[in-house]
């Protein structure tokens, strides 16, 4: 039992060695790569390409021949003879009375044996139809929208794995920040506890103290916990136990260009706004094949036969070829029928692609004007935090010269506090925002 779970235990860790960095940390790379190679969605897209192609294959076959072969046996319960010696010697005996055919000049032909044995082979061939044709197109376009819709896929997998590790990087700043905050919680809870002893201050200033480490402590326990999370969610992508550690991502740049112009990349590049019109292609051309569908066809078919009783011709073998053409008068109306239920299809796959593209417009928008928004504010909370900080040692040189309260020494702690985790929140808030920005535009993964 414990040799079958090393081995698990050992094969994981094996399968996970490639996305590790050589401080063993997941790389952002090598969980990208993961994910990649081991989500379900991708999976899941993966399958449906194949059964687009596979369904397009099955099109192509209106083309090919249909071949068949029978092997056939009678048991009859009597035998048939045509014997012709009667008949020829009534007529003769009607032009010259008298004359008598010699036994075994027409010897009887068997009509039908006792056991009959035959056998025949068929060829149906469609030269040409004009149907298959709209049909197979239809299904290409169904195939390049697959294609499309896993490419789709495998970006927002990235899109996702991106979003937690820059989450995560931002929980560990927030973690730093509230572990400082904890540590001089403990140093004002040190020195309040000894000015106490010495009389200087009351209880007050202590529990004050005490108070602002509690804070701390809770904010501290949040990040831990928002950053488990975190990793579990990626563990969930990678098919893998949620990490201990991640390396650090790269600096996230945010995308250059006007709005008309990263509007007009993500609407020729962003693979399920494409996905969307080749499936809008494909509605199209089954729209045409149901419309075209009265167009005559031509078809070929050849019939050999083998029976081992050659009846009145005298052979065993026979053979017929025929050539058809085929014109569609009147289908009970299923033509009319299925055209007008696939321009309703396709007009609403029309209107989808049109309410992703004004979505696009808006979002590109509404995401351009947070990411100002955010670096505005993140600069307004960068020099809060300094001004807090130098408030902080401010108060707390004063208060060891004795020209500060404690009351002002708690509040300055609770500032610092609050204005530093506020710096690291909105750090988080403009990478993601960056993050939505590149995913919007189609150039989420870094290079």
Known sequence: MKSSVFLTISLLLASAAPALADSGSLTLAGAIDRALDRNADVGVAQARLGEARAARAKVTTNFLPNIAAVGQY???????????????????????????IPAGTFPPSVIQKEDTIGGALTVDETIFALSPIL???????????????????RREIVYQIMQIFYNVAGMDRLIQVAERAVALADQRIAFATQRRKQGADG???????????????????????????LLMALGSLLDLPAPATLTAPPELEVPEGELDAQENTALHERPDLLARRQAVAAGDALVSEANWRWMPMLTANFTGRYTDTPGFIGQNWLWAATANLVVPLFDRGLRYAEADERKATTRRLQQ???????????????????????????????????????????????????????????????????????????????????????????????E
């Open 203 to 229: 209880e007050v200033t202590v529990l004050r103290a005490e108070t602002e480490r509690d804070k701390a402590e809770q904010d501290l326990s949040r990040a831990r916990l928002a950053r488990d999370q």
């Open 74 to 100: 009678t048991r009859n319960s009597v035998e048939a003879k045509f014997d012709l010696t009667p008949l020829a010697q009534g007529i003769i005996s009607v032009a010259k009375p008298g004359l008598t």
């Open 352 to 446: 989808e692609v049109d309410k992703s593209e004004r979505d696009l417009h808006a979002a590109l928008t509404q995401t351009r004007a947070e990411i100002e928004v955010d670096r505005h504010t993140l600069e307004v909370a960068i020099s809060q935090a300094k001004k807090s900080r130098r408030t902080a040692e401010i108060v707390a040189r004063a208060q060891a010269a004795g020209g500060a309260t404690s009351l002002e020494v708690a509040e300055a702690d609770t500032n610092l506090r609050v204005a530093e985790a506020a710096v690291e929140r909105e750090r988080i808030n403009l990478d993601l925002a960056v993050l939505r920005l590149r995913h919007l535009t189609g150039n989420v993964r870094p």
């Open 135 to 153: 049909a197979r197109n239809a299904a290409s376009h169904q195939v390049d929208a697959q294609a499309l819709s896993l490419e789709a896929t």
